[in-house]
């Protein structure tokens, strides 16, 4: 069983970064392959970027260049490192967290999932 806990949203001006967290609990987080979704009102929950073994990462076109994703396997934790803010990147950011991603880029693919954390880009 994986605990998900999202952190570091909040409100940025369109340009500026934010760094998201996702601190899980739970055995094996190593051998998880850890994404990160987010969702609009009222838009369905779309792919931004996936890490998984053996650190092969993806990213959706929109987030290309602007967004990285890495992982501390010792503090269990995913980050979601976002620059150059545009006020579309405005929705609740979500970690998932799957032992089979396969591409990471469905939802259906993950077990676990975290709260979510707002992130709102004003322009």
């Known amino acids: 069983q994986m605990q998900l806990v999202e952190s570091g949203g909040g409100l940025a001006q369109a340009g500026g970064s934010l760094r998201l967290s996702c601190a899980a609990s739970?055995?094996?987080?190593?051998?998880?392959?850890m994404g990160w979704f987010r969702q609009a009102p009222g838009k369905e929950r779309e792919f931004v970027a996936v890490?998984?073994?053996?650190?092969?990462?993806d990213y959706a076109d929109s987030v290309k260049g602007r967004f990285t994703i890495s992982r501390d396997n010792a503090k269990k934790t995913v980050y979601l490192q976002m620059n150059s803010l545009k006020p579309e990147d405005t929705a609740v950011y979500y970690c998932?967290?799957?032992?089979?991603?396969?591409?990471?880029?469905?939802?259906?693919?993950?077990?676990?999932w975290g709260q979510g954390t707002q992130v709102t880009v004003s322009s």
């Open positions: 998932g967290g799957g032992r089979a991603v396969g591409t990471g880029r469905l939802v259906v693919a993950y077990d676990y």
């Open positions: 739970g055995p094996s987080f190593s051998s998880y392959g």
């Open positions: 890490l998984r073994w053996p650190g092969f990462t």
